[in-house]
Nanobody, 125 residues
């Protein structure tokens, strides 16, 4: 079992920045892929970014490329999402998730095994 706890959400003006964190516990994440998803009111949960816990491979949704950066601190067992140049449409609940091996578009599907409780990000004009 993997427990995931997100933090760092909040209210920010358009064009601003936020950094989300996801603390993982319960087991080693070696071999896992960790991702961020988001869900806006009335919309389906959508992929944001993912990273292999071992190695450097990252994946991003087209809507956030160049603005968001996913990273991890293996020593702290923590996943991050640095968000810059935030837009109104980035407003959503952001979820941290983990799963065993996936590749390419397979990592974009919300078929992860473990999920955090979510953290609200609200971008205002």
């Amino acid at each position: 079992q993997v427990q995931l706890v997100e933090s760092g959400g909040g209210l920010v003006q358009a064009g601003g920045s936020l950094r989300l964190s996801c603390a993982a516990s319960g087991r080693t994440l070696s071999g896992y892929v960790m991702g961020w998803f988001r869900q806006a009111p009335g919309k389906e949960r959508e992929f944001v970014a993912a990273i292999r816990w071992s190695g450097t491979t990252t994946y991003y949704a087209d809507s956030v490329k160049g603005r968001f950066t996913i990273s991890r601190d293996n020593a702290k067992n923590t996943l991050y999402l640095q968000m810059k140049n935030l837009k109104l449409e980035d407003t959503a609940v952001y979820y941290c998730a983990g799963r065993q091996y996936c590749a390419g578009a397979g990592c974009h599907a919300p078929t992860y095994d473990y999920w955090g409780q979510g953290t609200q990000v609200t971008v205002s004009s």
